[in-house]
């Protein structure tokens, strides 16, 4: 089936920093969409990203749509605490998720 | 709005026993998904209705998982008899599907197998 490669697996990093994460995949797909997951919860969709090459942001999150259709990217400016968690990549082929990329904070 | 509502939160059962899990979705949400997150790892869907039909049930392991829908709201996922290797996380999605991939979550139903 397709597999999505969620880059990097974790991260631990000083409140305060930007943070960049990505996803890849050997498939073409229609819709990027990213999801965050606190501990307990269920994911929450952060950013849906619709058309190659869109570059869109919710407040200090941005995503991109890559040209090619095979990746993309979240990047998070100034870290806060409430950052913290699992974040998923989304496509629309069955609504497959990534592995996630764990966000840590340290203190 | 309310949002998925999912019971119960937390299950522990012995191997070989059956479990069940109800979800609500959002009100006029026809698009129901089951998914599967064993720790460590991302959601993985199970089974996919559109209203009270399958759309998608291709990953559900259907010697021991049974799900419905049957009139097209509630859902019930089944697992009968469980194996250690169930314990997981067992999500419950809704979606208008106005928008491909716009899912809405409960918190969840976790099941220990021991």
């Known amino acids: 089936g397709q597999q999505l490669n969620q880059s990097p697996q974790s991260m631990f990093i000083q409140e305060g920093e930007d943070v960049s994460m990505n996803c890849t995949s050997s498939?073409?797909?229609?819709?990027w969409l990213w999801y965050k997951q606190d501990p307990g919860e269920g994911p929450v969709l952060l950013i849906a990203?619709?058309?190659?090459?869109e570059l869109t942001s919710n407040g200090r999150l941005t995503a991109q749509f890559g040209i090619t259709r095979k990746d993309s990217f979240l990047n998070i400016s100034a870290s806060i605490p409430s950052d913290v968690g699992i974040y998923f990549c989304?496509?629309?082929?069955?609504?497959?998720f990534g592995k996630g990329t764990r966000l840590h904070i340290l203190p | 709005e309310a949002g998925v509502a999912q019971s119960p939160r937390y299950k522990i059962i012995e191997k070989r026993q059956s479990v069940a899990f109800w979800c609500n979705p959002i009100?006029?949400?026809?698009?129901l998904y089951w998914y599967q997150q064993i720790l460590g790892q991302g959601p993985k869907l199970l089974i996919q209705?559109?209203?009270?039909?399958?759309?998608?049930d291709s990953q559900l392991p259907k010697d021991r998982f049974s799900a419905e829908r049957l009139k097209g709201v509630d859902s019930t996922l089944k697992i009968q008899p469980a194996k250690l290797e169930d314990s997981a996380v067992y999500l419950c999605?809704?979606?208008?599907?106005?928008?491909?991939?716009?899912?809405?979550f409960g918190e969840g139903s976790r099941l220990t197998v021991l």
């Open positions: 209705f559109q209203n009270n039909g399958v759309v998608d």
């Open positions: 989304v496509t629309d082929d069955k609504i497959i």
């Open positions: 990203l619709y058309k190659a090459g």
């Open positions: 999605a809704s979606s208008a599907g106005q928008k491909q991939g716009e899912l809405f």
């Open positions: 009100s006029g949400h026809a698009t």
């Open positions: 498939s073409i797909f229609n819709t």
